[in-house]
């Protein structure tokens, strides 16, 4: 059977990883920037920031999901079954990750003082899983290219 060439697909991927790299730092300068100068609610840089941090979590979240599609509908395509390399597990860790930050977020409340350092938890967790993540795309995009 004769397949279309997938390398659009990967090349959305790469995009798409590059983006998510990018909110990851952008979520983390953000973030320490919030924490470190500890400003009340009302100031209004600090609203600016959180909304900001915000949106890019939210892009970072759809980003993510998409390379999780990206990766099934591609290796699918191109293989006819999952599980070829460590990339998988990576990119479920990432996807796991990504999903618990979110959720951990929208807990941060006063009345709820594990939420934070749950949070902060999952994205220094999430930053060893991008490297992982990364790491394993690359050897296996040399699988795709001619």
């Given at each position: 059977m004769h397949l279309p060439s997938f390398l659009w697909?990967?090349?959305?991927?790469?995009?798409?990883?590059?983006?998510?790299?990018?909110?990851?730092?952008?979520?983390?300068?953000?973030?320490?920037?919030?924490?470190?100068?500890?400003?009340?609610?009302?100031?209004?840089?600090?609203?600016?920031?959180?909304?900001?941090?915000?949106?890019?979590?939210?892009?970072?979240?759809?980003?993510?999901?998409?390379?999780?599609?990206?990766?099934?509908?591609?290796?699918?395509g191109h293989f006819g079954s999952l599980g070829?390399?460590?990339?998988?597990?990576?990119?479920?860790?990432?996807?796991?990750?990504?999903?618990?930050?979110?959720?951990?977020?929208?807990?941060?409340?006063?009345?709820?003082?594990?939420?934070?350092?749950?949070?902060?938890?999952?994205?220094?967790?999430?930053?060893?899983?991008?490297?992982?993540?990364?790491?394993?795309?690359?050897?296996?995009?040399?699988?795709?290219?001619?």
């Open positions: 697909l990967w090349r959305i991927a790469a995009w798409a990883m590059g983006f998510t790299v990018l909110a990851f730092v952008i979520q983390s300068v953000l973030g320490w920037q919030m924490r470190s100068r500890r400003l009340s609610p009302a100031f209004a840089p600090w609203k600016k920031q959180r909304s900001l941090h915000v949106f890019c979590g939210w892009v970072m979240v759809a980003l993510v999901g998409l390379l999780l599609a990206i990766g099934i509908v591609g290796t699918l070829h390399s460590w990339h998988l597990p990576a990119g479920l860790s990432v996807t796991a990750l990504v999903a618990g930050s979110a959720w951990s977020a929208h807990q941060i409340h006063p009345l709820r003082p594990w939420a934070r350092p749950l949070h902060l938890g999952l994205n220094a967790t999430l930053l060893v899983a991008l490297v992982w993540v990364t790491a394993t795309g690359w050897t296996v995009v040399q699988k795709y290219l001619p």
